[in-house]
């Protein structure tokens, strides 16, 4: 099973950015949906965005604007660019893969914490 691993939490200031990215531990062949959630206090997992191995995005619609999802495929990564945060952005991202086929296997990273307070 791929293993993915995060990097680029930390503590940032109201309307701050930040970038966080995530590696695949090998070359994904097959079709696959890569992307970001999140998981704020006291909520449960939410989709933050996905890229498509066409490279076609989705993101939830609150946060379409401030947050941007790219990858480089040569390098296995996919990186989130988030701009202009607000506190309630405060959780913990997690990077998601989903491939195969039949986008049969599902990979989660291990979470980094990323908290927006002045």
């Known amino acids: 099973q791929v293993r993915l691993v995060e990097s680029g939490g930390g503590l940032v200031q109201p309307g701050g950015s930040l970038r966080l990215s995530c590696a695949a531990s090998?070359?994904?062949?097959?079709?696959?949906?890569m992307g970001w959630y999140r998981q704020r206090p006291g909520k449960q997992r939410e989709l933050v965005g996905v890229?498509?191995?066409?490279?076609?995005?989705n993101y939830a619609d609150s946060l379409k604007g401030r947050f941007t999802i790219t990858r480089d495929s040569a390098e296995n990564t996919v990186a989130l660019q988030m701009d202009n945060l607000k506190p309630e952005d405060t959780a913990v991202y997690y990077c998601?893969?989903?491939?195969?086929?039949?986008?049969?296997?599902?990979?989660w990273g291990q979470g980094t914490q990323v908290t927006v307070s002045s």
């Open positions: 998601y893969l989903q491939y195969g086929d039949g986008y049969q296997y599902k990979s």
């Open positions: 090998e070359t994904i062949f097959s079709s696959y949906v």
């Open positions: 890229i498509t191995s066409g490279g076609t995005t």
